[in-house]
Structure formats: structure tokens, C-alpha cells
């Protein structure tokens, strides 16, 4: 899988955590947006570098931080989504330019790349969503509410079926970078059914290479994946890369 990010965006640093946020603003970055975020993703998925970089927010850069984040900048990079303007969270409403699920995906080859070049786990603590600032590290953060809701999937609902969908994002995408898995191109005129990995939190589900068969890779929770066929309980699924295997289907449930 190549990079999307070009080298001088990723300067040697020690960073310890990536947070996701939405700018509350419209699908372009604008100078503001430019100042708080190291990377930005607008509305087409287009890439826009912040004004500072990822190094100013190393511990000790003696260099003014991008201040993504209340009290919780230094060792952190952030990762902006332009869009969300005039939204609402109760009753939900996604404003007049709402994410888009073409930046929510390039975000997530975003995050993924930043976490392999700054060798960042993919845990709840070190690679989260705004909104689960405050809940997960303890940090006051002043009732942020990015991102609890996307507005291309209203199945997704809260801090941290966010947060998972967004880390087992980057798990699928960190396996395909290594991954001898069978890929598929997905053909965009046949529909298959979509299920969502479910019950297997806080481990994975193993996905084979035949029913029961050798292990090839792990599906975290809230990964996504196409219905192709089934024998018994052993259902054959494509995750959203194209990847297919065998999963056992009990911990598959239907997307609306």
C-alpha cells in the first residue's frame, strides 16, 4: 500500500499519540484551520499540511505548538476532518457541509501512515478521537463532541463506537500494508449484504483462509465487511480493502 503523505510532513520526532478531530468549519481548509491542525482532510479527500509540523509538538521542540487540543498537545499529532459547520449533536444534525465518507477514508489511510512512521500502537489511548480525550486519558476538554456521530453512517452512534470503527480502520489498513490475504477488486455494480464485526471487544475475530482453515489475519470490532457465501456457520466475507476470508458468522451483525 503506498504512502499518501509525502516524507517532509513526517519529520523525525517522538510522538506518542494521534488525535482525530473535525473543524467545524466547511470541506476547505482555511487559515485558522491551518494553524491548530498538522495535517488537514478536506471534503474531496484532498491533503492540506498544517502551518506547523508535526515536530513543533515534541516534548522539548523549544518551537510554538499546532494547539489542536486543550492541555494535551505535546507528544501528540492532530488530524483534522473540514467539515461539520453549524452541526448539531442533540437532535443530531450534520450542518450545511457534513464529513464526507470520502475523507472520513483517506483520514484513516492518514492515521494509519502516521502511526507506522511514528511507531504509535493502535490502542485507545494513543490513537482517539477528540470527543474520547476526556473520557479515555482524563483530560478536561470542555464537552468537545468530535466525532460521536458521522453523518454518512447513522448506525455509528457515541465516543466510542466511533473510536473503535476508527482504530479497527487503521488495524485493516496496518495488516495490508504486510498482508498475503486473496484481494478482490470490489465491483462497484454488484451489492453484496454488509455486516459489522461484533462480540469479539477487546480481542478479534480470525479471519481464515477456509472454514476453519489456516489464520491469515484478525478483524477488530466494528470492522466492516461484505457477505460473499457461506458453509454452515462459516461465512467466506470481503473487508473493505478487498481482502477475503472465512469468519465465523455469530460475531456478524446486519448493517441497516
Known amino acids: 500500500m503506498p504512502d499518501i503523505l509525502p516524507d517532509d510532513w513526517k519529520p523525525q520526532a517522538t510522538m506518542k499519540r494521534i488525535h482525530l478531530h473535525w473543524t467545524a468549519g466547511n470541506h476547505k481548509a482555511n487559515s485558522t484551520d491551518k494553524r491548530s491542525y498538522h495535517i488537514l482532510v478536506e471534503g474531496d479527500g484532498n491533503l492540506v499540511r498544517g502551518d506547523r509540523p ?43 457541509q457534513p464529513m464526507t465518507q470520502t475523507q472520513w ?65 487503521v488495524a485493516e489498513l496496518r495488516d495490508a500494508r504486510s498482508s498475503s490475504i486473496p484481494h478482490e477488486d470490489i465491483d462497484p455494480i454488484h451489492k453484496f449484504d454488509r455486516y459489522r464485526v461484533t462480540g469479539v471487544d477487546p480481542s478479534t475475530l ?29 461465512w467466506q466475507v470481503r473487508t473493505r480493502l478487498g481482502y477475503v476470508g472465512w469468519v465465523w458468522s455469530e460475531y456478524l451483525k446486519p448493517m441497516g
Open 54 to 96: 508535526i515536530s513543533a509538538n515534541a516534548k522539548g521542540s523549544g518551537v510554538k505548538q499546532a494547539s489542536h487540543t486543550k492541555n494535551a498537545n505535546t507528544g501528540a499529532i492532530g488530524v483534522s476532518l473540514c467539515c461539520m459547520t453549524g452541526a448539531k449533536e442533540r437532535p443530531f444534525h450534520a450542518g450545511k
Open 206 to 234: 480470525n479471519f481464515r483462509s477456509s472454514p476453519n482453515g489456516p489464520k491469515v489475519g484478525e478483524l477488530p470490532e466494528r470492522t466492516t465487511v461484505e457477505f460473499i457465501s457461506a458453509i454452515g456457520h462459516w
Open 105 to 169: 477514508d483517506k483520514g484513516m489511510q492518514v492515521l494509519e501512515e502516521l502511526a507506522d512512521a511514528y511507531s504509535i500502537p493502535i490502542t485507545s489511548k494513543t490513537i482517539l478521537t477528540h470527543a474520547e480525550v476526556q473520557p479515555n486519558l482524563n483530560i478536561k476538554q470542555n464537552n468537545k463532541w468530535d466525532i460521536v456521530r458521522l453523518a454518512f453512517d447513522s448506525s455509528v452512534k457515541g465516543f466510542k463506537d466511533v473510536g473503535d470503527l476508527m482504530r479497527s480502520s
